[in-house]
């Protein structure tokens, strides 16, 4: 800490601005020093760059460094993906993008995967590794655009795969709540489109008797609860009708077009 504090005073070396960046999803900390022991702290809003930019030309000159003075910043890799790395590198900044993981931490407090570092801690580990120690922490690799494209593709897909299976074993629970063991297939939705010729149009239906006797006189919470039971009712009717050909009471065909 004081190699590098006495290396910022001497003329014969290179003039930097430290920045340490803590992000989250309303608010940005930002933390800054010159080297030495002064510590500059800004909060702006999450993503502003204008904001950011002047956040950096005010603590340039509040540690009295030139314009041109060289920039070297460093954020924990997270949620924020890389967007923020590549516009800190068109602004001049020589920014580094941090695996947590790596980050040293007090091994007696056991520290959860979602913690954040603070901005303090993460400015003075910036200034060691840029006194020297490079093995301090892991940089991440920084991907392309096109790839890190594909991951996200990659992640979004995976989850929607997920949320699939989640919707499928809550109707099979619905199901069998009902006495049906029944497995939805694939052309779930495909089959059920075959029923536009009555669903919503169906007054004298039971399930519309049963919906309005029950929900149509509350109010709008009261009405969403009701919209809800009604379609568990009506995912149960559906089934019956196409496993065994059993039409909802009090419904009717009505021609098409």
Known sequence: MNRVALQSKDNTVEQKLYMAMELSD???KLVFSDGGEKRRHETMEAGHRMELVEAIRKAKEKFDLSSNAKVVSCYEAGRDGFWLHRYLVTLGVENQVVDSSSIETNRRKRRAKTDRIDGVKLLTMLMRYWGG??????????????D???????????????ERTRHRNRIRGL???QGLHLE???DFLQRLEALT?????????????????RFAGGGARMRRVGIVALARRLLVA??????????PEGAEFKAAG
């Open 26 to 28: 309303k608010c940005w």
């Open 133 to 146: 120690e490079r093995g301090l922490w892991s940089v991440v690799r920084v991907p392309s655009v096109e």
């Open 148 to 162: 890190e494209e594909g991951r996200r593709l990659h992640r979004e897909l995976a989850s929607l795969q997920k």
């Open 175 to 177: 199901l069998v709540a």
């Open 184 to 186: 939805p297939k694939g």
């Open 197 to 213: 010729l009555w669903d919503g149009a169906q007054p004298n239906s039971k399930l519309s008797r049963w919906f309005r006797e």
């Open 238 to 247: 559906l089934w019956r009708y196409l496993e065994d050909g059993m039409l």
